[in-house]
């Protein structure tokens, strides 16, 4: 009988769980729980942190990593919904259909807002809305199509209001969602990378990672909204999708930051496994041992 990748051979007890944390060492990091005091005078209280009623001892507000800068003190959580700024890129999906606007989920606190005047009419027009308009609505997005967007501007209540008015952003058509940690896409100056084995990235803001076949792009005279899901993917084009998948969360594994760099080396390492191997533990913390030791090196020089 011939083996499966799902053989029982991969079945671990947790004694034998890998340990994908590359800091992990003599000095490992002070980890603090909410309440619990933080044993330094004379700093100045930062995020995650908070003084007694007597407003003498220090103590933690969040499960997370004691950080120290200067004489600021502040515990940073080991995971956090996304915080919007303006001018971000962000991915999400649209959760509901309201009057004139769309509720859409883009992994923080509170569902943003997509105005029906912040996106780009079909055939990119620029005009008022009618009521035409927003009785089409739902044709043009509807409940749990991705998108792409960008933060416009942020509510008082923390709720993000998004825009499509760019014909980069629109509705997302053919290739794989990831959720990784917000912090650990790197902020930099276009997050819609090609890369070169034929398959390009949205690294948003918000920790959803669009991947998509290359050729798979918008058209511009869809404004938008277009979505061809008539073309197929060819199996080659499959394989490289899912193997690039498999190297971002290799590197999510190991709180690694994501940036096209990181993934292009990741995915350059991982061409000695198959795919269905970079979900063993052993291969992703190869991959993400041999990731950072390439971007240590070209660091140094």
């Known amino acids: 009988m011939d083996e499966t990748p799902d053989s029982n051979k991969t079945i671990r007890l947790a004694s034998q769980r890998v340990n994908l944390c590359l800091n992990s060492g003599n000095n490992p990091p002070n980890f603090f729980t909410p309440g619990q005091i933080i044993p330094l005078e004379g700093c100045m209280r930062g995020h995650g942190t908070y003084f007694d009623k007597n407003a003498t001892t220090l103590k933690a507000s969040v499960s997370g990593v004691l950080e120290r800068v200067n004489q600021l003190i502040l515990v940073k959580p080991l995971k956090s919904r996304y915080n919007g700024e303006v001018g971000d890129v962000v991915v999400g999906r649209i959760m509901e259909v309201q009057k004139k606007r769309w509720k859409v989920d883009t992994n923080s606190r509170l569902d943003a807002i997509l105005q029906l005047s912040s996106v780009n009419l079909?055939?990119?027009?620029?005009?008022?809305?009618?009521?035409e308009d927003e009785r089409m609505m739902r044709k043009y997005l509807s409940e749990g199509d991705l998108i792409s967007a960008e933060v416009q501007s942020i509510f008082s209540d923390g709720s993000l209001a998004l825009h499509t008015r760019s014909l980069k952003y629109g509705k997302l058509s053919q290739g794989i969602l990831v959720k990784v940690c917000p912090a650990l896409v790197k902020r930099c100056k276009t997050h819609f990378q090609k890369l070169p084995f034929g398959v390009s990235l949205i690294l948003s803001n918000n920790g959803y990672i669009w991947i998509y076949p290359t050729s798979d792009l918008n058209e511009e005279e869809g404004g938008g909204f277009l979505q061809n899901l008539d073309k197929r993917i060819?199996?080659?084009?499959?394989?490289?999708?899912?193997?690039?998948?498999?190297?971002?969360?290799?590197?999510?594994?190991?709180?690694?930051?994501?940036?096209?760099?990181?993934?292009?080396?990741?995915?350059?390492?991982?061409?000695?496994?198959?795919?269905?191997?970079?979900?063993?533990?052993?291969?992703?913390?190869?991959?993400a041992i041999l990731t950072q030791e390439i971007l240590s090196r070209q660091t140094d020089d």
């Open 122 to 131: 079909p055939g990119g027009e620029l005009r008022l809305r009618s009521v």
């Open 234 to 287: 060819t199996t080659a084009d499959r394989g490289v999708i899912t193997r690039t998948r498999n190297c971002i969360l290799a590197l999510a594994a190991s709180k690694m930051l994501l940036f096209d760099s990181s993934i292009i080396y990741a995915y350059e390492q991982s061409m000695k496994y198959e795919v269905h191997e970079l979900l063993l533990p052993e291969a992703m913390l190869d991959i």
